[in-house]
Every structure is written in structure tokens, then in C-alpha cells.
């Protein structure tokens, strides 16, 4: 395999710092399952993570995969079980944190200052008496316009 050369769809080094524990543990742990005999692992996490989201972004087939990457089988293999380990959702769940950690939350809205209006606003039971009473003769010109407290 040939050092790869970068292509937009790679993930910065901020992007894998986020994301290598949890491969790293992944890795760990199919290792402790076995009997930790055999070979070491060939291919680095990142290069196979890298290979996954070219494929996802670009849309290509598996077997079109370019040759700086690993191998489109082991690519395949590592993707089939990252999914079925559920790594995606893992890593999913972890981005959702972070994101609603960095957001400020907004005030609640009874906190918020009004803003200045000409008139106070009216619930729409008071709308519907102060139709109500302008309709009828007796009602006077300056109650009906007088705001009430809302319900």
C-alpha cells in the first residue's frame, strides 16, 4: 500500500483525536476476546476510517475503492464490523454530547424582556368579550379598550 496522499473526505487530526478512543477501544477488546494469538494488526484505524468515509461520501463501490487505501475487503470487513459492534452509534452518541455541550443554552422564554408594543397583549378570551362588548350599545368606547390581565 502507498502512503496516502490525502483526499477531501480524510479526517483532520482534531476529527481523530475525538474519535480514536473509541476505535482503539474496539480494537482492545476483539483482541481480549480471542486468545490473543495470531498477527498484530496491519492496517491503522485511521486509514481504515479514512477509507470508510471515502466511500460513504463519494459513493463508489467497495471494490472501486482507490489503491491508497487499504484493501477494499479489509476496508469492508473492518466497516461490517464497526457496524454490527454498533461503533457508529458509539461515535454518534459521543459527537451528540459535544455538540449540546458547546451550545449555550438559551434563557427561558418568561425570562426573556418584552419588547415594547403600543398596546399590552390580549388573550383571546378578552378578545372575544371585547367584541362582545363593542357589539352591544351599552358598552362604553374606553372600557372596551382597556386591557385586562390575561386569563
Same mark, same amino acid.
Given at each position: 500500500?502507498?502512503?496516502?496522499?490525502?483526499?477531501? @473526505?480524510?479526517?483532520?487530526?482534531?476529527?481523530?483525536?475525538?474519535?480514536?478512543?473509541?476505535?482503539?477501544?474496539?480494537?482492545?477488546?476483539?483482541?481480549?476476546?480471542?486468545?490473543?494469538?495470531?498477527?498484530?494488526?496491519?492496517?491503522?484505524?485511521?486509514?481504515?476510517?479514512?477509507?470508510?468515509?471515502?466511500?460513504?461520501?463519494?459513493?463508489?463501490?467497495?471494490?472501486?475503492?482507490?489503491?491508497? *487505501?487499504?484493501?477494499?475487503?479489509?476496508?469492508?470487513?473492518? *466497516?461490517?464490523?464497526?457496524?454490527?459492534?454498533?461503533? *457508529?452509534?458509539?461515535?454518534?452518541?459521543?459527537?451528540?454530547?459535544?455538540?449540546?455541550?458547546?451550545?449555550?443554552?438559551?434563557?427561558?422564554?418568561?425570562?426573556?424582556?418584552?419588547?415594547?408594543?403600543?398596546?399590552?397583549?390580549?388573550?383571546?378570551?378578552?378578545?372575544?368579550?371585547?367584541?362582545?362588548?363593542?357589539?352591544? @350599545?351599552?358598552?362604553?368606547?374606553? @372600557?372596551?379598550?382597556?386591557?385586562?390581565?390575561?386569563?
Amino acid at each position: 500500500m502507498t502512503p496516502n496522499r490525502g483526499c477531501p @473526505s480524510d479526517l483532520s487530526d482534531a476529527r481523530w483525536q475525538l474519535i480514536e478512543p473509541v476505535l482503539t477501544a474496539w480494537r482492545a477488546e476483539r483482541r481480549g476476546r480471542g486468545l490473543d494469538v495470531g498477527r498484530p494488526p496491519e492496517h491503522d484505524l485511521r486509514s481504515l476510517m479514512n477509507a470508510v468515509l471515502h466511500v460513504d461520501r463519494t459513493g463508489i463501490p467497495w471494490r472501486y475503492l482507490p489503491h491508497d *487505501f487499504p484493501h477494499w475487503r479489509t476496508t469492508y470487513g473492518y *466497516f461490517a464490523a464497526w457496524q454490527k459492534d454498533g461503533i *457508529f452509534e458509539q461515535l454518534a452518541g459521543l459527537l451528540r454530547r459535544l455538540v449540546r455541550k458547546a451550545e449555550t443554552p438559551s434563557p427561558p422564554r418568561a425570562c426573556r424582556t418584552p419588547r415594547p408594543s403600543r398596546s399590552p397583549p390580549m388573550c383571546t378570551s378578552r378578545i372575544r368579550a371585547r367584541t362582545r362588548e363593542s357589539a352591544s @350599545s351599552a358598552a362604553s368606547t374606553t @372600557s372596551a379598550r382597556t386591557p385586562l390581565a390575561c386569563c
